[in-house]
């Protein structure tokens, strides 16, 4: 398996823009942010649904202008479609009260440390939003500020002020007034003028405007990230993002990590090639990246759903699909992990999918799922035991929802090691299993 690295982190920053876009339904929770005291500008009222695309494209105008090496701009390009990656789990504050803000550059930081080829990225995300006069969430100062940092700093700030529903004309001399007003202050006098030269121009600002056509935008001036992964770097990644889902709500602290567990068990147990046996495991880590859509207080609603916060719940998986086929490399790995709701009778969703329509790999993900998410605590109930969550998905093979084939392959496969304590436990003893 190859799998193309730029195509990859572009996916993941949509996923995080989801994530940002969903948190501003959590202020109607009466969480309300705390402004970020240098620009004044209240950002719970900001869109986010292009924020960690629109950062790039800015901070790559200021790379360009300022001639910047192909290798500096290969990891500030990564860096800034990745910036706000700590940010997940409360993205309504991660640019408003300082210490959500500290607090998200440090979770950005230690979870991009494992990030394949790209290690100096942590550092950088650490100080994104460090100040030039040393009044930062970290208090670094001038150019002990690493230049990659300092240049999302402004993008990213320039990013959060634009607003949508304005004109560009009417907006863009007040960014630009503000900007010089922070030059030796928040920015160094190099980036502010970079970024003044590089705003100069009508073609920043449609560019700005015309996001939707982002793709086409950065494809244009982006460096060549000619990199493809191998399925261990592929799946490291996708731990990666598989804990910012899991951590986004209490509730499913280990979610996404369980069912890759089971989904490799399974895999194991029927004789998968090895190979397939991971890329069903990282379609158990992926599997809810969709969930980044939806907003924290129906993930932790303890109570029942109304039909429109179900609706809402439902969507992830159509998310999950939009967010892995943009990498294009996964297609099999995107069909098992996005069809995990769907049901033999058509009942499921997103699509409505019928039992033709499902292949085994995606009947095993749906009753992994459906076991992991019974056996573990929710909001409104504590999880079951496995002979009652076997109880309940018996009555869903005989109602017609799941495949009575696969349920029977993931009870044959956790009874075949039965004897160990943890899902992990079984995956390191599945290469020698003892049968009942």
């Known amino acids: 398996m190859k799998v193309s690295m730029d195509k990859t982190i572009r996916a993941m920053s949509i996923a995080l823009d989801l994530a940002q876009m969903s948190s501003k339904y959590d202020n109607f929770t009466g969480n309300d942010p705390v402004i970020e005291n240098i620009t004044n500008v209240n950002y719970s009222d900001h869109r986010f649904i292009h924020h960690s695309h629109r950062t790039t494209y800015?901070?790559?105008?200021?790379?360009?202008y300022l001639k910047?090496?192909?290798?500096?701009?290969?990891?500030?390009?990564?860096?800034?479609?990745?910036?706000?990656?700590?940010?997940?789990a409360f993205l309504s504050q991660s640019?408003?009260?300082?210490?959500?803000?500290?607090?998200h550059c440090e979770i950005g930081n230690r979870i991009t440390k494992s990030f394949?080829?790209?290690?100096?990225?942590?550092?950088?995300?650490?100080?994104?939003?460090?100040?030039?006069?040393?009044?930062?969430a970290m208090g670094l100062k001038g150019d002990m500020i690493p230049l990659e940092s300092q240049i999302i700093r402004i993008a990213d700030l320039t990013e959060v002020m634009y607003n949508e529903n304005i004109s560009n004309?009417?907006?863009?001399?007040?960014?630009?007034?503000?900007?010089?007003?922070?030059?030796?202050?928040?920015?160094?006098?190099t980036i502010a003028n970079a970024f003044l030269e590089s705003a100069s121009s009508d073609a920043f600002w449609l560019n700005l405007q015309n996001i939707d056509f982002v793709d086409f935008i950065l494809d244009e001036m982006h460096p060549e990230l000619d990199m493809f992964m191998g399925l261990k770097e592929f799946e490291e990644?996708?731990?990666?993002?598989?804990?910012?889902?899991?951590?986004?709500?209490k509730f499913t602290a280990s979610h996404s990590k369980g069912i890759a567990n089971l989904a490799y068990l399974v895999s194991k147990f029927i004789g998968y090639p090895e190979?397939?046996?991971?890329?069903?495991?990282i379609a158990g880590l992926l599997h809810d990246i969709g969930k980044l859509s939806i907003p924290l207080y129906i993930l932790d609603k303890n109570g029942s759903l109304t039909s429109e916060e179900f609706g809402m719940i439902k969507s992830h998986a159509y998310y999950t699909r939009i967010i892995l086929n943009k990498i294009e490399d996964i297609p099999d790995i995107s069909n098992w992990a996005s069809n995990h709701h769907e049901k033999l009778n058509g009942s499921g969703y997103p699509q409505g999918l019928k039992a033709d329509e499902l292949s085994e790999e995606c009947r095993i993900m749906a009753v992994c799922d459906i076991y992991q998410a019974l056996t573990e605590d929710r909001p409104y109930r504590n999880g079951m035991s496995s002979k009652d969550a076997f109880n309940i998905m018996d009555e869903m093979v005989s109602g017609g929802f799941i495949c009575s084939h696969a349920l029977n392959l993931l009870k044959k496969a956790l009874n075949t090691f039965?004897?160990?304590?943890?899902?992990?436990?079984?995956?390191?003893a599945s290469c020698n299993p003892k049968t009942k």
Do not use: R, T
């Not at 800015?58 to 360009?64: D, G, M, V």
């Not at 990644?237 to 709500?249: C, L, R």
């Not at 190979?275 to 495991?281: D, G, I, R, V």
């Not at 039965?418 to 390191?428: F, G, M, Q, V």
């Open 58 to 64: 800015i901070a790559l105008e200021i790379a360009n």
């Open 68 to 88: 910047l090496s192909d290798k500096f701009k290969k990891q500030l390009y990564v860096s800034a479609l990745l910036h706000d990656i700590g940010a997940a």
């Open 95 to 103: 640019h408003s009260a300082n210490l959500f803000i500290k607090e």
């Open 116 to 136: 394949p080829y790209f290690h100096d990225i942590s550092k950088i995300i650490l100080y994104h939003h460090e100040n030039f006069d040393g009044s930062g």
């Open 169 to 189: 004309y009417q907006q863009k001399y007040n960014i630009i007034k503000w900007i010089k007003q922070n030059s030796k202050k928040v920015f160094s006098e």
């Open 237 to 249: 990644i996708s731990k990666i993002f598989a804990n910012i889902i899991d951590n986004k709500s």
């Open 275 to 281: 190979e397939k046996c991971h890329e069903m495991k």
């Open 418 to 428: 039965s004897d160990l304590n943890s899902s992990e436990d079984y995956i390191a």
